[in-house]
């Protein structure tokens, strides 16, 4: 989000709210072959394959993760996790207090809804699961094992959800078009469990590599942090919510000087850098829309995700869908069958597919993502109580896309893992270096928020073109012509 984009306010956020009505005739991000015609800067070459994706066009998605939007707060969550008439139950990472937007939430909260079905449920009960996300096979494989009779509803034709791994010859391991990380795994059992599967993860050195336009290795200064935590310090003692971008600028924290310095990066270009970083990743959500109150960080960095679609301490190279594929090999799965209405009483639940079918059963667990949930894909009968439809209209839905590439051979300079581009107009500030870790050259770039938005909208040769231009910066410097 650029500077000036908080001298106007929430309006700039508003695109963001187009995610509800985003549809597309795929169930699955965007899976795009190398552009035919190069669009490539001279100093970056073509890569030999590109894969990108477009969660906001996902009708099973609508968005990467939830975000805590201004005027909500962590009880819409819980709310939105409260079982109705003990027979419609919520799982899925927007329904977790303590970790929202990553997949450790979305696992915990599988279990917590698989709990709560098996302290009322009878024994023989038929239970339905809709979605076959982290969320809802976990609770899925919880209540198969607790003796249920349980059948799991999905409307790709694969198990994941936003967990998105793809294996093919083009690509030397498999890659990540979802979560590609595990934050925090010391405090989490993913990274462990992800080892017990046989999936590789590896560390992630410590350190961002951070360069100027011009390619200029550049020191990170406090200046951009300093202004946030400023902005949230001060709206935390305001008698209302504010966005983080409203806090920037009442606060004052905003006004920095636009005048470049030696490397041609300014004051004001740090605090950009640093939104994006810090609080558009981390949500998916521009800053005019993010509560200062429940911000995506702290002072200490420690409120950002555990795991989720951006940075962690180790990084996952062996398949994230196989924790997902094993839990759901003996399970009951109805796959290509999206649910349209959800029918509820006090004697049970009645669940309509796409197809005209209809599917009985005791109780459900309901674990599609909050985006679906804020359409009118689903319809619950009677409607969803009014706390529960004040939560889902309350939270947001974020989005971040990501961009993955594979060149012939590395065309950079940097031998860092991670990079980041400040003062740069690319939509792609953050790039993930894999040569360092594995020896193929790869690179991994991420965009959010109303950047993603935009670049959605593109066909693969201008959204490659964008991409490759934000990478100048690390590229080497052309070889003269032969003579």
């Not at 707060?73 to 409260?82: E, F, K, N, V």
């Not at 709990?115 to 009878?122: H, I």
């Not at 924790?323 to 009645?350: C, K, M, N, P, Q």
Request: hydrophobic share 45%; glycine share 10%.
């Amino acid at each position: 989000m650029k500077r000036r984009t908080f001298l106007i306010g929430s309006a700039s956020g508003l695109s963001i709210f187009a995610l509800a009505a985003c549809t597309s005739p795929s169930p699955v991000p965007s899976l795009s072959p190398t552009p035919s015609v190069s669009p490539s800067p001279w100093l970056v070459p073509r890569p030999q394959t590109m894969r990108r994706t477009t969660w906001s066009k996902d009708p099973f998605a609508r968005g990467s993760m939830s975000f805590t939007a201004v005027g909500a707060t962590p009880a819409d969550r819980s709310t939105l996790a409260t079982p109705i008439q003990d027979r419609v139950f919520f799982a899925g990472e927007a329904t977790s207090v303590d970790l929202p937007g990553t997949v450790q939430g979305a696992r915990d909260s599988g279990r917590r809804a698989a709990r709560e079905v098996l302290a009322l449920a009878d024994p023989g009960e038929r239970i339905a699961v809709v979605g076959a996300g982290m969320a809802g096979i976990t609770a899925a494989r919880m209540l198969r094992d607790g003796g249920y009779d349980v059948v799991v509803i999905e409307a790709r034709k694969r198990v994941g959800g936003r967990i998105a791994t793809v294996s093919d010859p083009d690509w030397p391991f498999p890659i990540e078009l979802g979560p590609s990380f595990v934050r925090s795994s010391s405090a989490s059992r993913l990274d462990e469990d992800l080892r017990a599967a046989g999936v590789t993860t590896l560390p992630v050195p410590a350190g961002t590599e951070t360069r100027a336009p011009g390619g200029a290795v550049v020191e990170v200064p406090t200046v951009g942090s300093d202004a946030v935590v400023d902005a949230i310090a001060w709206a935390a003692g305001q008698p209302q919510d504010v966005s983080v971008a409203q806090a920037l600028v009442e606060s004052g924290a905003a006004d920095l000087s636009d005048k470049p310095g030696d490397t041609g990066v300014s004051e004001a270009d740090w605090l950009d850098h640093t939104v994006v970083a810090e609080i558009q990743q981390p949500s998916g959500a521009e800053s005019s829309l993010v509560s200062a109150w429940y911000a995506p960080r702290d002072p200490a960095g420690e409120d950002t995700p555990d795991d989720g679609t951006w940075q962690g301490d180790r990084i996952v190279l062996g398949g994230y869908a196989t924790l997902l594929t094993e839990a759901a090999a003996d399970l009951d799965l109805l796959a290509s069958s999206a649910v349209r209405r959800i029918a509820y009483t006090d004697e049970g639940v009645s669940l309509r597919l796409e197809t005209g079918e209809s599917l009985g059963a005791d109780r459900v667990i309901v674990t599609v993502p909050l985006g679906v949930l804020k359409t009118d894909a689903l319809e619950f009968a009677p409607p969803l109580p009014f706390e529960h439809r004040g939560a889902i209209a309350a939270l947001g839905m974020g989005l971040l896309d990501k961009i993955w590439l594979r060149f012939e051979k590395p065309f950079w300079d940097a031998d860092s893992t991670l990079w980041s581009v400040v003062g740069g107009d690319s939509g792609f500030q953050d790039w993930v270096n894999l040569e360092p870790l594995t020896g193929e050259a790869v690179l991994m770039g991420v965009v959010a928020a109303d950047d993603a938005i935009r670049l959605a909208k593109l066909g693969d040769d201008d959204f490659l073109a964008e991409a490759l231009a934000s990478l100048e910066p690390f590229a080497l410097p052309a070889p003269e012509p032969d003579n």
